[in-house]
């Protein structure tokens, strides 16, 4: 499984950014999301596509359609500027746990 | 509260060998899965290994050869031995806890740092 991400995305504050993941095997596995700010662990915001672990803002959310997950950012923050990885499970793969590259998000 | 915390990471030179840490707390390692992650500097996510709950391993198919995951019930740990280090696996290693039955990393630690350098 290779999953696709952008390397980056721009977004005003106040804006909506969105963030794709693409993999040929997406739509039948479950797709998870983790914010990484710099010199920080990373953060599982969104699980199994759509699901957030308590205290993450309503404003992170997840979907999915056909073979590309999203994770969608509301109302961006200066807060939100992080790198965001998607990752899934797949047995088949090197990796049993693979992660997407990542997508740099700026606060413009 | 759950927390991660480990420890071991340092400066090693090629060839070597080192045994990273993570002291797990607010949950139990026996009911729970455990991964080790790391992150190469500047770059992304790469899985490492995981133990689940009936003991069983699997690693990244490139590092099974040289990394051996284990953990002690009793002292509610998980480690990771890392042997033949290469250059290459400089990076921070972080252990992280999966729910059962889940593939989802959902608490991370704070990391430590190995750098495999002459």
């Known amino acids: 499984q290779v999953l696709t991400q952008p390397p980056s995305v721009s977004v005003a504050p106040g804006q909506t950014a969105t963030i794709s993941c693409e993999g040929n095997?997406?739509?039948?596995?479950?797709v998870h999301w983790y914010q990484q700010r710099p010199g920080q662990p990373p953060v599982l915001v969104v699980h199994?596509?759509?699901d957030r672990p308590s205290g993450i803002p309503e404003r992170l959310s997840g979907s999915k359609s056909g073979h590309t997950a999203t994770l969608i950012i509301s109302r961006v923050e200066p807060g939100d500027e992080a790198d965001y990885y998607c990752?899934?499970?797949?047995?088949?793969?090197?990796?049993?746990?693979?992660f997407g590259p990542g997508t740099k998000v700026t606060v413009l | 509260e759950v927390q991660l915390v480990e420890s071991g990471g340092g400066l090693i030179q090629p060839g070597g060998s080192l045994r990273l840490s993570c002291a797990a707390s607010?949950?139990?390692?026996?009911?729970?899965?455990v991964s080790w992650i790391r992150q190469a500097p500047g770059k992304g996510l790469e899985w490492a290994a995981v133990?689940?709950?009936?003991?069983?391993?699997y690693y990244a198919h490139s590092l099974r050869d040289r990394f051996v995951i284990s953990r002690d019930n009793s002292k509610n740990a998980v480690f990771l031995q890392l042997n033949s280090l290469r250059v290459e696996d400089t990076a921070m290693y972080y252990c992280?806890?999966?729910?059962?039955?889940?593939?989802?990393?959902?608490?991370w630690g704070q990391g430590t740092l190995v750098t495999v350098s002459s």
């Open positions: 992280a806890r999966m729910p059962a039955q889940t593939s989802r990393f959902h608490s």
């Open positions: 607010g949950f139990s390692v026996t009911y729970d899965y």
């Open positions: 133990i689940y709950t009936d003991g069983s391993t």
């Open positions: 095997d997406i739509g039948s596995r479950s």
């Open positions: 199994d596509y759509s």
């Open positions: 990752q899934v499970w797949d047995s088949r793969s090197d990796h049993l746990y693979v």
